[in-house]
């Protein structure tokens, strides 16, 4: 089984929305995800801001638009053994990737990864900017670029074998 964890700060915007969108293309593709299934997905936060809550209402409204449910997810905050547990880590921008690298375990870190290494048709776009504070524009740019850092990463691992 290959383990796929997405993080971002909050785990209420763009972590969720990955969750969402990458599970919703594996589903598409005819691949169930889950404990009894050959894929596990799951995100969290660096942050504690928010542990319990549903995604942010403007997340989940766009993410409905593309027929993309959001509303059974809730935040939780990465753990210890999350490192332990996956086998790709996925930040979504270089803040995450160092609030991870301080509390991952030294023979674990190769596991954490820029999630939009692996987009596609995204040149210059390096990270999945934060949206917290700015309006609809700004999360539909970010939920444009979080599709394509998804597709990027489906594509990747059946380049892997991992599909
Ligand atoms: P996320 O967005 O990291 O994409 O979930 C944020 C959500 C909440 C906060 C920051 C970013 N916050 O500071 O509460």
Redesign the pocket.
């Known amino acids: 089984m290959i383990k796929i964890l997405f993080v ?8 969720p929305t990955a969750e969402g969108v990458f599970r919703y293309k594996l589903n598409k593709a005819g691949i169930r995800d889950g404990y009894l299934e050959n894929i596990f997905i799951d995100s969290a ?1 660096t ?1 504690a ?2 542990v319990g809550g549903k995604p ?1 209402s403007r997340s989940q409204e766009i993410a409905l638009k593309y027929g993309v449910n959001l509303d059974d997810l809730r935040a939780r905050k990465v753990t210890r053994q999350d490192f332990l547990d996956f086998n790709y880590i996925l930040a ?1 921008d270089r803040e995450n990737v160092r609030n991870l690298t301080t509390i991952c375990p030294p023979d674990q870190q190769h596991k954490i990864k820029l999630f939009m290494e692996y987009a596609e048709k995204c040149p210059g776009i390096t990270e999945v900017p ?3 504070g700015s309006g609809a524009d700004e999360f539909e740019r970010v939920y444009d670029i979080i599709d394509r850092g998804c597709s990027g990463f489906l594509k990747y691992l059946y380049m892997h074998d991992h599909l």
């Open positions: 971002c700060l909050g785990n209420i915007c763009r972590s936060g942050g801001y928010h942010d979504m934060d949206p917290y």
